[in-house]
């Protein structure tokens, strides 16, 4: 069974950065789709970003300028850089697998900004 694991979250203070990581194990191919999506309290689940294999990625408006999604294919790996950090930002953070018209989801990682 494919598996998702999220790691990296926490509580940072606005203005901080956090890298979050997800590693993916299980039956993948090396064509998928791998990214986040994040959930904050009384919203509904938004999209972060996405990365291909080939490094396509695509960001939602809101975090492209201060977010970076990245990956490593070698390790069905993806990252999320994520720095200048707001209050708004806090949410639990889900890594996101699409795979042979699958789609797979982590535990969440979460993500606190407060002072």
């Known amino acids: 069974q494919v598996q998702l694991v999220e790691s990296g979250g926490g509580l940072v203070q606005p203005g901080g950065s956090l890298r979050l990581s997800c590693a993916a194990s299980?039956?993948?191919?090396?064509?998928?789709?791998m990214g986040w999506y994040r959930q904050a309290p009384g919203k509904e689940r938004e999209l972060v970003a996405l990365?291909?294999?080939?490094?396509?990625?695509n960001y939602a408006d809101s975090m492209k300028d201060r977010f970076t999604i990245s990956r490593d294919n070698a390790k069905n790996t993806v990252f999320l850089q994520m720095n200048s950090l707001k209050p708004e930002d806090t949410a639990l953070y889900y890594c996101?697998?699409?795979?042979?018209?699958?789609?797979?989801w982590g535990q969440g990682t979460r993500v606190t900004v407060s002072s």
């Open positions: 990365i291909g294999s080939g490094g396509s990625t």
């Open positions: 996101y697998l699409y795979d042979r018209a699958r789609n797979y």
């Open positions: 299980g039956s993948i191919i090396n064509n998928n789709i």
